[in-house]
Antibody
Framework: QVQLQESGPGLVKPSQTLSLTCTVS??????????WSWIRQHPGKGLEWIGY???????YYNPSLKSRVTISVDTSKNQFSLKLSSVTAADTAVYYC??????????WGQGTLVTVSS | DIQMTQSPSTLSASVGDRVTITCRAS??????LAWYQQKPGKAPKLLIY???SLESGVPSRFSGSGSGTEFTLTISSLQPDDFATYYC??????FGQGTKVEIK
């Protein structure tokens, strides 16, 4: 069964770039019919969709974050990554990766808390 | 951008109650809608996809309906394990703001 796991620094300084990786196990990221998403959740708040990528490299981003977001895929490592530039305290959140497809987004990673602070 | 609006934001109910949550899209999304349940400290769990299809392993007391711009999630008989926050999401896009189901 497919599993996803986020990894990356838990603390990022303001104005720097947040970088996270999602490792996919139990299945190939190159499987057709799926897209690979990043979602975040500010402390005590709702879910915010960041963007997604297909294994081909095609991407789509939340317009509110588009100028700062880059999502990439490394099929050789079965991973996809998130970069969010020029972070502020408002980017402090739990970041999730998930697989999307015809049947919605499932599975999800467990989530990783990223705090933006000096 | 398509916006998703859920109501109510909080719902107080008792075990055994029938519960309905509404999600509205700012423009038609056909049936491209999913519902998720989230408990504190956990990742969201998929309940319903394609507006009305029950995810495998999800109890049949959960059901979804709607198409176009208006959708509902119904829990036919609320169980103790169902107290959680529920989100709708248009596929590959925005989430609703969530509905917290609390114990009355």
């Amino acid at each position: 069964q497919v599993q996803l796991q986020e990894s990356g620094p838990g603390l990022v300084k303001p104005s720097q770039t947040l970088s996270l990786t999602c490792t996919v196990s139990g299945g190939s990221i190159s499987s057709g019919g799926y897209y690979w998403s990043w979602i975040r959740q500010h402390p005590g708040k709702g879910l915010e969709w960041i963007g997604y990528i297909y294994y081909s490299g095609s991407t789509y981003y939340n317009p509110s974050l588009k100028s700062r977001v880059t999502i990439s895929v490394d099929t050789s490592k079965n991973q996809f990554s998130l970069k969010l530039s020029s972070v502020t305290a408002a980017d402090t959140a739990v970041y999730y990766c998930a697989r999307g497809g015809y049947s919605g987004q499932d599975p999800w990673g467990q989530g990783t808390l990223v705090t933006v602070s000096s | 951008d398509i916006q998703m609006t859920q109501s109510p934001s909080t719902l107080s109910a008792s075990v055994g109650d029938r519960v309905t949550i509404t999600c509205r899209a700012s423009q038609s999304i056909s049936s491209w809608l999913a519902w998720y349940q989230q408990k504190p400290g956990k990742a969201p769990k998929l309940l319903i996809y394609k507006a009305s299809s029950l995810e495998s392993g999800v109890p049949s007391r959960f059901s979804g309906s709607g198409s176009g711009t208006e959708f509902t999630l119904t829990i036919s008989s609320l169980q103790p394990d169902d107290f959680a926050t529920y989100y709708c999401q248009q596929y590959r896009g925005a989430f609703g703001q969530g509905t917290k189901v609390e114990i009355k």
